[in-house]
């Protein structure tokens, strides 16, 4: 897996962690609001594997490893590198849009996955979905599917959704509050913050 770019020595990404953020490239879907358009077609620099990025850019102070994107699912050699992460002591979580569910269940059985953020996107108003032959339903039921099996696998489960509008925001939130209760946090984000 190529990297494009790190943050080091992160406090925000992992609550709770210290962590290296990998930024992976390429993307299954294309938002409007997305903050690294740069990555979305899997091109441009890169710092290179993601063996190099971590011998070079760990530091001792980290104490996990957070996946980011572009969309870490994408690439096949996710698990390799998650295995690679613990064999080094370090905890691990992946930020992803849900639609690729398999492999991070994957990873969870084999307790290699410590944390998942869900990026919740409200297809209708703000994601183009490309790659994927999908619905919005379908959509919704991976992100479902995908969130069960993750936390039945005691992995630690947040969804985020960034909101096109107050009310897109109120209606993902009432639907993951419907589902879910308060077992799994939401976090909201503006629009405008990252544009
Ligand atoms: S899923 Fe994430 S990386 Fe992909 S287009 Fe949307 S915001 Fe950008």
């Known amino acids: 897996m190529l990297i494009s770019h790190v943050i080091q020595d992160s406090s925000v990404e992992y609550e709770g962690q210290h962590a290296l953020v990998v930024f992976t490239r390429g993307c299954n879907a294309r938002c409007k609001y997305c903050h690294n358009k740069a990555l979305l077609d899997g091109e441009g620099d890169t710092l290179g594997t ?3 990025a971590l011998a070079r ?7 996990a490893v957070v996946f980011c994107g572009g969309e870490p699912t994408i690439n096949l050699d996710l698990l390799e590198c998650l295995r690679t992460a613990r064999n080094a002591g370090l905890r691990t979580k992946v930020f992803t849009n849900g639609l690729i569910p398999d492999i991070l269940i994957k990873a969870a059985s084999e ?3 410590d944390a998942c953020s869900i990026d919740f996107k409200d297809t209708l108003h703000v994601a183009e979905l490309i790659d994927v032959d999908i619905w919005d339903s379908e959509y919704i039921t991976r992100v479902l599917y995908l969130a069960n099996k993750l936390k039945e696998r005691g992995v630690d489960v947040e969804f985020r959704t960034t909101e096109y509008d107050k009310q897109v925001g109120n209606r993902v939130e ?3 509050k419907d ?3 308060d077992t799994i946090p939401h976090i909201r984000q503006r629009m405008q913050e990252i544009v």
Request: aromatic share 26%; proline share 5%; charged share 20%.
């Open 50 to 52: 993601f063996e190099d």
């Open 57 to 63: 850019y760990i530091t001792p102070l980290d104490t």
């Open 111 to 113: 307790g290699i996955l």
């Open 174 to 176: 009432f639907f993951i």
């Open 179 to 181: 589902r879910f209760g």
